[in-house]
């Protein structure tokens, strides 16, 4: 049984400072709290959840960047019979009594404990990140990360993908880039760049020309349609400005998927030269190492 809850916050500070005061929130629940690639996981954390000696709990928070001064932060909390309640079932066939401890186990909700820690959250000064008011209990989508400007001795990465391909392993990457990367503004998605009033065209070449790395994120349906062909589409723009530019472009490869060779025009036949890095399940951790470390490099 999954419980969520979630927290909107307005902060200057920097992802890591986020990351770590969240860490000191959680840990009033107690537990095992570990860093994950999306964000913290935390085993075993019950303090102040009523009837928490009947369950075990188990939660997962991820922690996402959705604009230069705003941090969306959801757990999903996994609530469990431990071995008490087990016990007590068995041996309540011969003494019933003792279903009454099963019957509380029904009561051991722990939305309210882990809203109030998310709701605790504060910066390295002491003060109380300010925000959106907090709210649980349902799932939502959740933004993604904005156009976020270059700050003087920051890198900035944008990452391309295609609508309707490959999204959840796409936002998989973008996590651990937003999660990783130290002093780099990462721009997910190519449109993002473009602002109210902006020539599409200049803003997004512009971008990608100034951008210190360009990765692609292909998937099964990504030469699908025929964007490929249309100079002024969004990704075509990017990526033909930064192969143009000669600049660090990384084309990933998820999903199972290859570099659809025959399917490029022109305009991207320099991309068919360019060393293409496959993201699998299996070994993701891994492979993100080595996409960060080269990105670093950049």
Known sequence: MATIVSRTIQTNATPT?????????????DGALT???????????????PMSFTATFDAQFTIRQASPDQYEITGTVNRKPNILFWGCLIVGFFLWPLWIVNLLYLGANPQAAYQKALN?????????ATGIPAHSGAYGVMPIAAAVPTANGRKRVIVSYRPGDAMAAAHRLEDRLLFDLKNTDVQFGVSGVVKPGDDYIEAIENAARTADALIMVIGPRWAEGDWLNQPNDHDTLAITTALSERKRLFPVLVDGASLPADALPEAFESLKRRQALTLSEETFSQDMSGLIAQINGA
């Open 17 to 29: 400072q986020v990351v770590e005061a969240t860490e000191r929130a959680l840990m009033a629940l």
């Open 35 to 49: 860093r994950t690639a999306s964000g913290l996981a935390l085993a075993n954390g019950g303090t102040g959840v």
């Open 120 to 128: 605790n959250i504060r910066l390295e000064n002491g003060a109380p």
